[in-house]
């Protein structure tokens, strides 16, 4: 990995106000560095030390399952990807993380962010605000799932990732929404339907 240079922590994403004195301690634990497509970020049984922010690129995050990927999410530009289970109880990891594009990350090693955190106020709450935004924003896959058809929970796909829709593959996209490439497939022709009878 390379390390950051500058104050790295201004790439990331500003969950408090950080003084210049907490921007430089965080700075410091970062570390930059370049992926390429199809390249693993997290293998499967490795330990997910690291919060994983995109600076460019995408990252998905995949499991087993019956001898199938399975997508559980994806990350592009702006947004960070780690293992929660992994990071925070220190063990292996079944759920991998891959690299769809050429990308450029900022890693945040998560027990030097807990370290700093205990001696600074203002990273002890930009961790809490990350925190409490990534519950939230998991509680509301959660209800999506339990409760939205699959055209619901295409349409708020096609909301909340925008971009990702023409850049992941249709089988990754599928899986994500709990769809077979072929209901993917039917619900798309439904959406692009309504939306040139709406124009």
């Keep these: 990995m390379e390390t950051g240079k500058g104050l790295a922590a201004d790439l990331i994403p500003s969950f ?49 399952k019956n001898g199938r990927e399975i997508t559980e999410h994806f990350t592009c530009e702006g947004n960070i990807a780690y293992c929660i289970e992994s990071i925070f109880r220190n063990e292996p990891s079944h759920l991998m993380m891959k690299a769809l594009e050429n990308s450029e990350l900022c890693f945040i090693p998560y027990y030097a962010l807990v370290d700093l955190s205990l001696s600074y106020r203002g990273i002890a709450e930009w ?13 509301v896959k959660a209800d999506s799932w339990r409760f939205e058809s699959a055209r619901e929970r295409y349409e708020r796909f096609l909301r909340e990732f925008p971009s990702v829709a023409g850049r992941a593959s249709v089988n990754d996209v599928a899986s994500y929404l709990l769809m077979t490439p072929e209901s993917l497939s039917r619900v798309r022709k439904i959406v692009a339907g309504a939306d040139v009878r709406k124009d």
Excluded: P, T, W
């Excluded at 497509?37 to 995949?62: A, P």
């Excluded at 935004?133 to 509680?139: D, K």
């Design 16 to 64: 408090a106000v950080l003084s210049d004195e907490e921007r430089e301690a965080l700075s410091g634990i970062l570390f930059l560095q370049k992926v390429r497509k199809n390249q693993m970020v997290v293998e499967d049984g490795q330990i997910c030390h690291y919060m994983v922010y995109v600076l460019k690129g995408l990252l998905r995050q995949f499991y087993f």
């Design 127 to 139: 961790l809490r605000h990350f925190l409490e935004n990534n519950l939230i924003l998991h509680q």
